[in-house]
């Protein structure tokens, strides 16, 4: 019952591992968490609809929810996690086979007429990853900077692969239903998985095999709320995952702690969980 | 009054009600009454199985018993020659000096021994008149009300209205009462002591006071003592449930200071279990077990915490992994011998036992988990426990499916009702009327269930809105590659294109031309 449901088609990959049809989801009565989360699940000032349950990734952003006052929580896994289980051979490349690095570039967000650019030194960090990565390096750059030629060129210049999975959509529109697909067909294949600030795509990166660094100039976003703590929260919660050589168990253990991987469900039970069973 | 004997101190009219008596005290004092004693005395308002007892191990029974009208009743009901019948009060007894007695039965307690004509006696005076008529070495029952007990802390009636005809003096204003176990110990030389629920009169349950300060919440100790207060409480009117404080005077090891009364016994006498209760159950608590004997059934249960308050704990912790993987053990130990009572199971080894209540039935074993979930989920509700499942879920056999499918049974229409039908069958008695806590949590959570149905509408209907313009953006996609497409219709090129494919599609040029000759020459 929210748009943000469909972002990177999340909600279509929980309706086709429930077996129901993935074009139009039935709808899930509340909201999904998006993105991993320093807080509750969803960004500070997010809005919810009375009655609404929140289905978050891991049991973390439940408690913090709990203590803000929020309800209705429910901890589900991250949609990745069931596309890995409906694609266990999507991309999937032989361990010595893979290579390179997929790095990904901390983005801005993009709601129509409230959305944020980064700010930062992109020279710098290129010249970073240069002195870092020994393998070929690809860049994945959100759609919001992908368009931005002025950051698109900076790093094609510096000779790097540059490539974008797809927009996420808003209001129901525009969402790329494949975006997740892409991306786990391309983790699959890469031994490395960087970026300059711990987000999301570093730990699906982990879940799909890859090796994880967080280093370089995190850079700005505009109008950045730093209500739940920012940047020094994540390193005071998680400093086993920045740098440029972590260790992989312990990578390992934290992810499958903030995906949620002991909550993932069979299909009969989050069915029941959405309402997703026809009751007339 | 034929054969009734009075001393000073009779009420008439009146009608003490009642009586105390039951199965439970009946199987203790079959345990503990000595085979064959010279003189009984039962003083106050007991059952007439009571007194059959007593009568059975005494070569002279006396009954004592303030109410010339019950005193008529009770001489009616045993006849026997070596029963003799008196009414009046305690201290009325004591200035007709009887021979001393060597038994002395007072389970009803000592707040219904004395008459409106009576003296002021307070607890310990009325205590010190009883020991007056008994021998020194005698074996005594006395039942002791606690002031303190968790259903008085949850009455909803004030104080001044809690005892009605009884109190023609403020009887339980009474600053030497005893009201800890300790008390009672020390003002009755208690040799042994018994927390004792009630119900009505009947005693439903005796457990040993060291027992039940031991227990802990969700063990079979405490099973018992909950059970028993809840058989207390469902005849009274409530703040709230009693569960939530014995589950927290059983963490502070106080249960038994909480009971609704106690019962001492004072003198030696024969040996008795740790706890007696209804069905005929009496038990041992043996080291880390209860030895546990159900109509002459014997088993050992451990003294662990049962299921039901594990996957409480696991829900309330809104730990659904854990909730899962116990549901798994649960389902893959579970079997057909007899109902599963989550809250009279208990965990041993790789399995479970079952504790102190056995149901045979007939019924599959699929329907019973789905019995013993249906069940837990009533519970659940009931007490508004915290928990992690949406409304939908838990107002529909949702809930249940969910439950019976992490126990790896596919819940099916079937054996959902038929787990429905036997909850329902073994539910507890509902009380006489909700607690007020409840009556205020319904109604809450009432309120907050309006509140989330109209979030819903409004949600709905804001996903309508985007499906509406969703709608409207590929209309007008679609009306706009109409246009288009009209448009190049339209244009030479696509004339041209019309043309030539025409053209491509004559295959035979020469009957073509001969064709259109033809046309010529008839126009």
């Known amino acids: 019952m929210h ?3 469909w972002y990177y088609g999340q909600q279509h ?3 086709r591992y429930c077996g129901l049809p993935d074009d139009f989801p039935p709808p899930i009565p509340g909201y999904l968490q998006h993105g991993w989360n320093v807080g509750c699940g969803w960004n500070p000032a997010h809005e919810f609809f009375d009655g609404a349950w929140r289905y978050v990734w891991s049991d973390a952003p439940r408690r913090r929810g709990h203590s803000l006052g929020r309800r209705n929580y429910s901890v589900v896994g991250a949609p990745m996690l069931y596309l890995m289980d409906l694609e266990p051979e999507l991309g999937l490349t032989p361990e010595p086979e893979r290579k390179g690095t997929l790095w990904f570039l901390f983005h801005g967000w993009d709601a129509p007429g409230i959305g944020a650019n980064i700010h930062g030194d992109h020279q710098r960090l290129i010249d970073e990853i240069n002195e870092t990565e020994t393998e070929p390096v690809t860049i994945s750059l959100y759609y919001t900077e992908y368009k931005r030629p002025e950051v698109r060129k900076v790093y094609e210049d510096a000779g790097f692969d540059v490539i974008c999975f797809g927009e996420r959509g808003w209001n129901y529109e525009g969402t790329d239903r494949q975006f997740l697909y892409k991306q786990l067909k391309a983790f699959r294949r890469f031994k490395r998985v960087a970026s300059n600030r711990l987000a999301t795509a570093i730990f699906y990166g982990v879940a799909a095999g890859c090796q994880p660094a967080v280093y370089g100039d995190a850079m700005e976003l505009e109008g950045d709320n730093p209500l739940f703590g920012g940047q020094t929260r994540i390193a005071r ?23 949620g991987q002991k909550y993932i469900m069979p299909p009969a039970e989050m069915r029941m969980l959405f309402d997703w069973n026809q009751r007339d | 009054m034929t054969d009734v004997q009075i001393v000073r101190g009779e009420l008439q009219p009146w009608t003490d009600h009642n009586p105390t008596g039951g199965a439970t005290l009946l ?6 009454l000595p085979p064959r004693a010279e003189r009984t005395l039962v003083v106050g308002p007991h059952t007439t199985e009571v007194i059959e007892l007593a009568a059975a191990r005494s070569a002279a029974v006396s009954v004592l018993v303030r109410s010339v009208s019950d005193a008529q009743e009770i001489r009616a009901a045993v006849p026997a020659e070596h029963v003799t019948v008196i009414t009046g009060a305690l201290d009325g007894l004591v200035l007709a000096e009887p021979a001393p007695f060597d038994v002395v039965v007072a389970a009803d307690g000592l707040d219904r021994v004395l008459g409106a004509d009576s003296d002021p006696l307070n607890w310990p005076q009325r205590a010190a008149e009883l020991w007056k008529v008994a021998a020194p070495e005698a074996l005594a029952v006395v039942g002791v009300a606690n002031e303190f007990a968790l259903t008085g802390l949850y009455d909803r009636r004030p104080v001044d209205a809690r005892h009605g005809d009884d109190e023609w003096r403020p009887l339980h204003d009474d600053p030497d009462r005893p009201t800890s176990p300790a008390q009672v110990r020390d003002a009755l030389g208690a040799d042994r002591l018994y927390a004792a629920y009630a119900a009505a009169g009947a005693v439903h349950t005796l457990l040993d006071v060291d027992a039940a300060a031991a227990t802990r919440p969700g063990r079979p100790g405490a099973r018992l003592a909950v059970d028993g207060l809840s058989a207390t409480a469902g005849t009274m009117p409530l703040l709230a449930p009693v569960d939530d404080g014995s589950d927290a005077a059983a963490r502070a090891g106080l249960l038994a200071a909480v009971a609704p009364g106690w019962l001492a016994i004072r003198g030696s006498g024969g040996p008795t279990h740790t706890a007696y209760s209804e069905g005929g159950l009496f038990a041992d608590l043996d080291g880390a077990e209860w030895a546990v004997n159900v109509s002459g059934d014997g088993k050992r249960v451990p003294d662990t915490e049962n299921v039901e308050t594990l996957l409480f704990r696991l829900a309330a912790a809104e730990d659904v992994p854990g909730f899962r993987a116990f549901a798994a053990r649960l389902g893959a130990w579970a079997d057909d011998e007899s109902v599963i009572l989550l809250d009279d199971l208990f965990p041993a080894d790789a399995g479970f036992v079952r504790g102190f209540t056995e149901v045979k039935s007939t019924s599959t ?3 019973l988990l789905a019995a013993a979930y249906h069940r837990l989920g009533d519970r659940l509700l009931r007490a508004h426990r915290r928990h992690p499942w949406p409304a939908w879920m838990t107002e529909s056999d949702d809930l249940v499916s969910t439950w019976l499918s992490m126990s790896g049974v596919e819940a099916t229409p079937e054996i959902l009702k038929r787990g429905r039908e036997l909850a329902d069958q073994l539910a507890e008695p509902t009380p006489d009327e909700p607690d007020l806590r409840t009556i205020l949590a ?4 009432a309120q907050v269930r309006a509140t989330d149905l109209a979030g819903k509408v409004f949600a709905l209907q804001r996903t309508l809105r985007f499906r509406d313009q969703s709608l409207r953006t590929r209309e007008q996609q679609i009306r706009k590659t109409r246009d288009d497409l009209r448009g190049l219709r339209r244009s030479p090129a696509m004339r041209l294109h019309e043309i030539t494919n025409k053209v491509a599609k004559i295959r035979n040029p020469r009957k073509f031309a001969g064709a259109i000759k033809r046309r010529i020459r008839r126009s």
């Open chain 2, 365 to 367: 074993t699929a329907e």
């Open chain 1, 3 to 5: 748009h943000h449901n």
């Open chain 1, 237 to 259: 919660l998680w400093p086993d995952m920045l740098g440029k050589d972590i260790d992989m168990a312990t990578a390992r253990a934290i992810t499958d702690d903030e995906l």
């Open chain 2, 442 to 445: 319904d109604a809450e959570e």
């Open chain 2, 27 to 32: 199987a203790l004092l079959d345990d503990l």
């Open chain 1, 13 to 15: 990959i929980l309706a």
